[in-house]
């Protein structure tokens, strides 16, 4: 498997001709490194069966990048997630808005500096 590192501004321009060889964008994930925040952009081959994996870093301070939907209808839903749970914004997205936590919720829970405030209870406390 092989890992490669981009700058953010180069997302598209690397990404659009991989799309030949590796059509199946399998997850987006996001990683709060403290001082920076990382990307990590899992596709597959079904042609090869070769994985490819896309690393990027975004500043803490403006944590957005250009969205992939446009080339991988999966980048849709492991995008709004990424927003969901970090907050980075995917610019040029389709629909980007919350998909796993009510739109009227405070914070991004898989942020370090996360904290829950919510007065809700869990389904398991009710």
Not at 66 to 77: D, V
Request: aromatic share 12%; with cysteine; hydrophobic share 35%.
């Amino acid at each position: 498997m092989q890992v490669i590192e981009i700058k953010p501004e180069n997302l598209i321009e690397t990404a659009a001709p991989l799309k030949n060889e590796f059509n199946l964008l399998i997850s987006v994930s996001g990683v709060d490194k403290l001082e920076y925040y990382e990307l990590v952009y899992h596709f597959y081959s079904t042609k090869t069966h070769k994985k490819l994996i896309l690393k990027t870093k975004l500043s803490k301070t403006n944590p957005e990048i250009e969205s992939l939907s446009g080339l991988y209808s999966a980048a849709n839903w492991h995008e709004r997630e990424t927003y969901d749970m970090f907050g980075i914004n995917f610019l040029n997205h389709p629909d980007m808005r919350r998909i796993l936590l009510p739109c009227d919720w405070k914070g991004h829970p898989l942020r370090k500096n996360y904290v829950n405030n919510d007065e809700r209870l869990c389904w398991n406390e009710r």
